[in-house]
């Protein structure tokens, strides 16, 4: 999870650079390769298909297609390396425009709900600053994401959310409240349409669920990892996608791109590319 500022009302940071709104030099966005995925569900009597497993998704919200929209754009409104990489080995060409928002965890919110929040302030403020500073006749699509490593259950009073740590105390102290237990990783999406002037409607959000067993670590392991600082830029104070994938035994739900930041086939779901 990425800590990416200020409220969506904002103005640029200092320093920033404003919003390139030329023309990407390709055409439509391609997915890469066709795969058989999870997404290859036959609909129910409602017109909906089935989520896959670890994977909720809104279906209320407009289909981001149709006159204005042939081929839009793609912006990420995140600055995390590890969801630039995920998208790009799926083949999409994008921009990327971190987003300056308020980060703070509403705790009345199941995690889902809690992730889904953070990803559509994301978006939001990336689309409201691509507003601000103009966009052209541009159709364009504003992908946000956010990732929360959840101890308990929703509903305990002894929920957890463990962010990233701020110095190597805390980042000790989350690896070993993590040591030995299955915890979930929720990562929320969220889509912001954007048609010349103009946001299309309420933002398309689903998320990914994740359950991780981490096996005990004894103490000449943290103080390895810690030592490390791999662990910085880290919900949770792990890496995955690095070398903490040797205390991970096992993975239920959305899976392994979920737990890293970004649940690739939702997120091409609510993109329209699935």
């Given at each position: 999870m990425s800590t990416e500022g200020s409220h969506p009302?904002?103005?640029?940071?200092?320093?920033e650079k404003p919003f390139d709104s030329a023309p990407l030099e390709t055409g439509p966005l391609e997915s890469g390769p066709a795969e058989a995925g999870p997404w290859e569900t036959e609909?129910?009597?409602?017109?909906?298909?089935?989520?896959?497993p670890g994977i909720d998704r809104a279906l209320e919200g407009p289909v981001l297609e149709g006159p204005?929209?042939?081929?839009?754009?793609?912006?990420?409104?995140?600055?995390?390396?590890?969801?630039?990489?995920?998208?790009?080995e799926r083949g999409l060409e994008f921009r990327v425009l971190p987003a300056d928002v308020d980060e703070t965890i509403d705790l009345t919110l199941d995690a889902g709900d809690a992730s889904e929040d953070l990803a559509v302030r994301k978006a939001l403020a990336a689309a409201e600053r691509i507003l601000r500073e103009g966009s052209g006749d541009e159709s364009l699509l504003v992908l946000g994401s956010d990732t929360l490593v959840v101890l308990g259950e929703d509903g305990d009073p002894d929920r957890r959310f463990l962010e990233k740590a701020a110095d190597q105390t805390e980042a000790r102290a989350m690896l070993e409240a993590l040591s030995g237990t299955r915890h979930r990783v929720v990562t929320g999406v969220a889509v912001v349409g954007i048609d010349g002037e103009d946001l299309l409607g309420p933002p398309r959000t689903g998320h990914g669920t994740t359950w991780v067993t981490m096996r005990p670590l004894d103490a000449a392991e943290l103080d390895a990892y810690v030592a490390s600082g791999e662990w910085r830029g880290k919900a949770g104070s792990y890496a995955i996608q690095e070398t903490a994938d040797r205390f991970v035994t096992a993975l239920d739900g959305a899976g392994f791109d979920n737990v890293v930041g970004l649940p690739v086939d939702l997120a091409l779901q609510l993109l329209g590319l699935a």
């Open positions: 009302g904002s103005g640029p940071s200092p320093g609909p129910d009597e409602s017109g909906r298909t089935e989520n896959p204005g929209l042939e081929g839009p754009g793609l912006v990420l409104a995140s600055a995390s390396p590890r969801r630039k990489r995920l998208l790009e």
